[in-house]
Every structure is written in C-alpha cells, then in structure tokens.
C-alpha cells in the first residue's frame, strides 16, 4: 500500500516536472522577453552607477519612447493580420507638420488642430488599407510608396524649414504633468517616510492601485480557465510573474512620485494599451483578426470580411500614427521636415521583439509595448554610457535580428 502510495507520488510529481517543462517551453517567448528586460535593467543600472533607474531618467524615458509605444498598438495590429506598415514614421512627421501649420501660420484653435489631425491620420490608414484590402497590392510597396509621398510632402508643408513654437496648451499634451489631488500634508508625511524630498501622492496611489487591478484580473482570469478547465500557467510562475511586475509598476510610480508625478502622456500610453489589449484579446473583431493573420483563406470561408479587417487594421494604424505625430510635435514643440524618419524601424523592431510573428496571427498587445520599452531602455542606457550612434545601431540591429531568429526556432521546434 505505502508503495503505490509512493509510486502515485512520484508520479504526479513526474507529470508536474513535466507540465512546467511544456508550459516553459511553449511559452519561452513571454517570459524570456520579461527577464531580458529585466536584465538589460540591471545591467544599465549597474554600468551607470544608477543613473538609469532615477526619477528624473525614468520619466525622461517614458516621453521619449511614448509615441513608439502609441504606434507599436497599431502596427502589433497591421501584422497580426499579417501586413506590415513602413509609412508610419512618415505620417507622423506630416501630422506634426500639419498640426504646426494650422497653430502657428494660421492661429487655429488647438482642439480643432488635433481633431483635424487625428481626421487626417485615420484617413491617409484608410487610403493605404484601400488598396492593400480592396486590390491585393502588398502592404510592403504600399506602404513603402506611402513613406515617400509623406516625406516629400512634409518637406513641402514645412517649406523645408522648422516651424515653431507651438501655444503652451498643446505642448502640455506630452510635456505636462497630473497635478496631486491631495492635500500636501499627505506627500509631505510619505516624503518623510521614505527620506524624500517630496512625493506625489496620487502618483503612488495610482501605482499601488494599477498593481492591486492587475493582480485582481490575473486571479479572476485564473479562476475562470479552472473553472472551464482551461489549462493555465503554474501557480509558481503566476505567482512570480505577477509579484516582479506589481512590484516593478509601484517601484517606478514611486520614482515617478518623487519627481515630477505622471505625465500626461504616462496616462495617455496606459488607457490605449488597456484599450487595445481588450480589444484583440477578448471581442469578436479581435480574434478575427487573428484568423486573419493566421490563415486568410480559411478565416474567409468562415464568414469573416477579411477585406474589412484590413482596411479596418490599416485605419487603425493611421489614426495612432497621427495621435503619435501630435505628441511627437508637442514635446519637440516644433515640427521639422525630418521628423519620424526611420522611426518606423524602431516600431516594428518594437513588435516584432514584443513576441509577433513575421508571418501573422500571432503577438500581443502587453508584448509590443514590453519590446518598445526594451528598445527604449537600450537606447537610453547606451546613450548614458556615451556609446556612439553607429554602435547604437548595429547593436538595435542584432537584437532585432536574434528576436526575428529566436521565432523562426521555435516555430521549428513545435512544428
């Protein structure tokens, strides 16, 4: 009896080894992708005798990489269903342009410039998505003739020159800052605490509060795929995994705090990235598009309007290519006709490190904004360390092209 009873034990301990070995192995990208930007942290924290993780680089950070984060949603999008869009960098530049012209040559009040632009932006997607969906010309040489039709005519907005500054209320939209609702006494106190200066107190709070709804969700979720029998994650690496991001979320809150509270821009990243992250993966139009991407054909015989979706996908990435041009333009606080050039790199290498597949229906929302703050934090920390443009790139390319390999692999290795 105390024998089987061991045998039994051995067993169900084998067969757990095992499950955490596949759930490992099939989901390597994701964690894989977390503790390389863990470690890339640490490594640049340690290189820049801490430089890199104080309050006033960390915000530093979040604006300079917050409309390649904006993007990254749309484009993650555009190749999930299996298309690709090389003019983003280029609409941005012309929205910025646009915008400029309209504020400052014209006096155009900044409400009606952004919904103007934002117009603008949507519709320039439709027009590239008309011709990839309604007439099967590829994405790759639309969108490359999109890319050139925009900088030439940002040039000839600008007139080949920078036009600026624009007025103090459209600069706020990415250089601004949440004011604390709470009475000073309250910051005052924490900053005793914690041997600070100051601190934002809705800053924490908000940190604190995003923490607890994303562990909340994550047990919710846990609790409806047992309860439908899905199989789910390990509790260890649930565990972990939600512990390293609650704390990393409060960690840089705090150092938010500390400085300057949340940019408005901080704001702006989140709610679009909730948005987009429920749109694809828990409605209908999300996970056609992914039936999109993974085989066209089928998803048509199935009943979806795949030239819709892609139309739809192209529009999309338009309208956040112009929200991204908008917020590029008010943190330079001027336009210039070189805005956005190459930037279309930096997005879809965003993506494409965040976990989405060259070949479609495959990526997630969470992933691409984690591969632009990848990104992001390379940058930063090699700019910190005084490394040359030159080496900057080679090494963006290399990282870009073992993340484009590394996918290719697994794909061999499960097929």
Known sequence: MALAQSDDIAEKQSDSGKSVREYL?????????????????????????????????ITNLLLQNSYIIIMA???????????????????????????????VHFDQ???????????????????????????KIPSFIVTLAGMLVFRGLSLWLLEGQSVGPFPREFQVIANGFV?????????????????????????????????ASLVWIGLRQRARNRAYGIVDEPRGFFIARNAIVAAAIIFITYKLSTFRGLPNVLITMGVLTVVYAFLTQNTTIGRRVYALGGNEKAAKLSGI????????????????????????????????????????????????IGGASMSG????????????????VLNNGMSIMGIGIDYQQMIKGLVLLAAVVFDVYNKRKQG
Not at 83 to 96: E, H, K, P, Q, Y
Not at 110 to 134: D, H, K, N, R, S
Not at 183 to 192: D, H, L, R, W, Y
């Open 25 to 57: 192995s099939s989901h390597l990208r994701e964690y894989g992708l977390l503790f390389a930007l863990i470690a890339i942290m640490v490594f640049f924290q340690v290189v820049t005798d801490g430089t890199l993780l104080r309050a006033v680089n």
């Open 73 to 103: 949603l749309g484009m993650l999008v555009v190749i999930v269903s299996g298309n690709i869009d090389l003019s983003v960098g280029s609409v941005m530049g012309f929205i910025g342009a646009l915008a400029a012209v309209m504020m």
């Open 109 to 135: 009040p900044m409400y009606v410039t952004v919904v103007v632009c934002l117009i603008t932006g949507a519709l320039i997607g439709a027009a590239q998505g008309y011709w990839v969906a309604y007439w």
């Open 179 to 211: 004011p604390d609702i709470f009475p000073p006494v309250i910051g005052e106190t924490i900053a005793g605490i914690f041997a600070e200066r100051q601190v934002n107190t809705l800053a924490l709070a908000a940190g604190i509060l995003a923490a």
């Open 305 to 352: 309007k795949t030239e819709r979706l892609t139309f739809l996908a192209f529009m999309n990435m338009g309208f956040l290519a112009a929200a991204a041009g908008l917020v590029f333009a008010a943190r330079l606080n001027t336009a210039t006709p070189k805005a956005g050039f190459a930037l279309e790199l930096d997005v879809i290498a965003a993506v494409f």
């Open 361 to 376: 229906g495959v990526g997630r929302i969470i992933g691409a904004v984690v591969g632009a703050f990848l990104m992001g």
